[in-house]
C-alpha cells in the first residue's frame, strides 16, 4: 500500500493538472473578492438613505461561499480529481499495477486517498485565500464568541467533509465507468443536481418534515452554509443549527462510504485493458 500512495502521490505532484487546479483555486477566490471589493467602492458614494455593499456583505459568509458545489473553484475541484484518477487508466499504468500482483483493493484505496487530499488540499487554498482577502476588505460581521467559535467550526467541517465526500464520488465514477467523458458529464451532473436540489429546501414550509428528505442529501450542508442569499445579505447568524450539522456528518459519511463499496465492487470486476 505504501508503494502505491508513494506512486499516486508522485503522479499527483508532477501532474500540469495540479497545478492548473491550483491556480484556478487561488485566482477565482482572488477575483471574487476583488469583485465584492469593487462593488462596495462603487455602492459606497450612494447617496444618503441607500445602502453600501460595504454594510451588507460581511467576511464570515464571503469566505464560506468558497465552499459552493456549484460556482468558482468547487466545480471544477471534483470534475479534475476524476480527470486525475481517470490518467491512472489511459495510460494502463492501473493495468501493469494488477499484473505485478497489487491488490485491486488497494489500487483503489490509494487513489481515494490521494483524490480525498486533493480536493480538500484545493478546497483549503480556495479558503484561506478568500478568507485573507475577505477579512481584509470587509468585517467578520458576528461577535467572535464562544458561541460563534462552534458556528464557524461546524461549518468548516461540514464544508471539508463534502469536498473529501465530492472525492470519493469522483473516484467511484471514475473508477467505474473507465471513461473520460463520462467521468467528467456524471460528477458535473451529480454534483451541481444536488446542489440544485439542495436550493429547494428554501421553498418548505417551516415545520414540514418534507425537509428530512433535503438533511439526508451529502450536500446539503454546503448548499446552506454557501448560500448566495447568505453570502449577499449578511446571513442570519447561525450558519448550520446543531440537528441539520449532525444530519450532514451521518450523511456524508454514509454516502462517502456507499460511494466506496460500490466503487470498489465494481472495481474488482472491471476488464482492464
Known amino acids: 500500500m505504501r508503494s502505491l500512495l508513494k506512486a499516486d502521490f508522485f503522479s499527483l505532484l508532477k501532474s500540469k493538472i495540479t497545478y492548473v487546479v491550483l491556480f484556478i483555486c487561488i ?33 464570515r459568509d464571503l469566505m464560506f461561499s468558497t465552499f459552493s458545489l456549484s460556482s468558482n473553484a468547487g466545480l471544477i475541484i471534483p470534475i479534475f480529481a476524476g480527470i486525475l484518477v481517470m490518467a491512472d487508466i489511459r495510460n494502463g499504468t492501473a493495468r501493469n499495477k494488477v499484473i505485478i500482483g497489487k491488490s485491486r483493493n488497494k489500487i483503489y484505496f490509494s487513489q481515494l486517498i490521494v483524490s480525498i487530499t486533493f480536493c480538500v488540499a484545493m478546497c483549503l487554498v480556495s479558503f484561506l485565500i478568500t478568507a485573507g482577502g475577505s ?11 464562544g458561541k460563534e467559535v462552534w458556528n464557524f467550526a461546524k461549518a468548516f467541517i461540514v464544508g471539508v467533509l463534502t469536498f473529501a465526500y465530492v472525492a470519493t464520488l469522483a473516484t467511484f465514477i471514475a473508477l467505474s465507468t473507465k471513461s473520460m467523458p463520462l467521468t467528467i458529464v456524471f460528477t458535473l451532473l451529480v454534483v451541481v443536481g444536488l446542489s440544485l436540489l439542495c436550493q429547494l429546501s428554501f421553498l418548505v414550509p417551516d415545520g414540514n418534515k418534507l425537509i428530512y428528505v433535503f ?59
Open 27 to 59: 485566482g477565482a477566490p482572488l477575483l471574487v473578492v476583488a469583485l465584492y471589493v469593487g462593488l462596495g467602492m462603487a455602492t459606497s458614494s450612494m447617496t444618503e438613505g441607500e445602502v453600501s455593499l460595504f454594510s451588507i456583505v460581511n467576511g
Open 135 to 145: 477579512l481584509i476588505f470587509f468585517k467578520y460581521g458576528y461577535p467572535f464568541d
Open 215 to 273: 438533511y439526508l442529501m451529502p450536500t446539503y450542508g454546503t448548499s446552506m452554509i454557501s448560500s448566495s442569499v447568505l453570502a449577499l445579505l449578511g446571513g442570519e447568524g447561525e450558519l448550520l443549527s446543531d440537528k441539520i450539522f449532525f444530519f450532514c456528518l451521518g450523511s456524508l459519511l454514509g454516502f462517502s462510504a456507499l460511494n466506496t463499496g460500490l466503487g470498489i465492487l465494481l472495481f474488482n470486476k472491471a476488464d482492464l485493458k
